[in-house]
């Protein structure tokens, strides 16, 4: 069964510094990998997706993730946080099989102090 | 816009009332996604239409839960004799192409907030 865990409701970060935001995952076959993020009262927005090919994706606002298969994990990293980063972010992952679902993290919250 | 737009975006109901959440998806998006989001939790799939075609169900919680999209474009999501439980916020997603075709990515509306007092 596809699963994905993200192990910090919330991380913390001055304003400048570099950011993680930790995910892992369990699929049958290659996994298909997205990260989300959510602002209060709005749905959420697409940030980045893994398929294959480079393991480092560079997304959306400066973004990017690396995909790890050994550790099967896909952390979403920033070189430098802006206080407007603040916010709820979603991992989710889809199994490469052919499948309809996409299961979702319960969420990590990010909080950048300036 | 050219976006996914959800309506009502919040909705009160007593307890045993039916509500319908409308989802309008963004034109010619084949695909069609409804989640559900509790309070803390990141969204659990319900259900995929793939056009008019409701192709998985198998997320929905109850035969309470009734999902539709007659024409292919706006999608209705019908729940009915509504418990307190079912309180959560509702989220509708599109993309572009059939849901098992690899990693299309899914477009969110802002999202229906369900309150059952």
């Known amino acids: 069964a596809q699963s994905v865990a993200q192990p910090e409701d919330q991380v913390n970060v001055a304003e400048g510094n570099p950011l993680t935001v930790k995910c892992t995952y369990s699929?049958?076959?290659?996994?298909?990998l997205f990260w989300y993020v959510q602002y209060p009262n709005r749905g959420l927005q697409f940030l980045l997706k893994?398929?294959?090919?480079?393991?480092l994706v560079k997304g959306s606002y400066g973004f990017e993730a690396e995909f790890n298969k050994s550790q099967t994990s896909f952390h979403l990293k920033k070189p430098s946080a802006l206080v407007s980063d603040s916010a709820l972010y979603f991992c989710?992952?889809?199994?490469?099989?052919?499948?309809?679902?996409?299961?979702f993290g319960a969420g990590t919250r990010l909080f950048v102090k300036a | 816009g050219a976006g996914v737009s959800q309506s009502p975006r919040y909705k009160v109901a007593k307890r045993g009332q039916d509500v319908a959440l409308r989802c309008d998806p963004i034109?010619?998006?084949?695909?069609l996604f409804w989640y559900q989001q509790a309070l803390g939790q990141g969204p659990e799939f319900l259900t995929y239409?793939?056009?008019?075609?409701?192709?998985?169900k198998s997320g929905l919680p109850s035969d309470r839960f009734f999902a539709e999209r007659p024409e292919g474009s706006v999608s209705t999501l019908k729940i009915q004799r509504t418990q307190q439980e079912d309180s959560a916020v509702y989220l509708c997603?599109?993309?572009?192409?059939?849901?098992?075709?690899?990693?299309?990515?899914?477009?969110f509306g802002p999202g229906t907030r369900l309150t059952v007092l």
């Open positions: 989710a992952v889809r199994d490469g099989t052919g499948g309809f679902k996409t299961i």
């Open positions: 034109s010619g998006h084949v695909s």
């Open positions: 893994y398929i294959t090919g480079d393991n």
């Open positions: 997603a599109s993309s572009l192409r059939r849901g098992g075709t690899g990693p299309d990515t899914q477009y």
């Open positions: 699929v049958s076959g290659n996994p298909y």
């Open positions: 239409f793939q056009n008019e075609a409701q192709l998985d």
